[in-house]
Nanobody
Framework: VQLQASGGGLVQPGGSLRLSCAVS????????MGWFRQTPGKEREFVSV????????HYADSVKGRFTISRDKAKNTVHLQMNSLKPEDTAVYYC????????????????????WGQGTQVTVSS
């Protein structure tokens, strides 16, 4: 499995960005994809994930109502639309992939993900 992330950049507070992550390889059909983020000196934190087959979505409380995760089945790509961005959203965002089913209570735990993208910088600053 390979993950190719794109998007990110510099945006002013209140602005929007969209991240994308394309998956290739032998994925099966029960996988979960999404995003975590990390700032210097801090642990990686959960942002949002989507179950590929069922389409259910999950968000960190800090991004609910501002971020939307979606999937494009034809392109094997997950998108993260980030609106109303705040300076505290500044981080390196990592695309994450888990091959098999996972219970909801574990979705936000990075140790349960099998593959990671290269990371893309998101900077929210005036």
């Amino acid at each position: 499995v390979q993950l190719q992330a794109s998007g990110g950049g510099l945006v002013q507070p209140g602005g929007s960005l969209r991240l994308s992550c394309a998956v290739s390889g032998r994925t099966g059909s029960n996988y979960v994809m999404g995003w975590f983020r990390q700032t210097p000196g801090k642990e990686r934190e959960f942002v949002s994930v989507i179950r590929w087959s069922a389409g259910d979505t999950h968000y960190a409380d800090s991004v609910k109502g501002r971020f939307t995760i979606s999937r494009d089945k034809a392109k094997n790509t997950v998108h993260l639309q980030m609106n109303s961005l705040k300076p505290e959203d500044t981080a390196v965002y990592y695309c994450a992939f888990r091959m098999n089913r996972i219970v909801n209570t574990a979705l936000a735990m990075d140790q349960y993900y099998d593959y990671w993208g290269q990371g893309t910088q998101v900077t929210v600053s005036s």
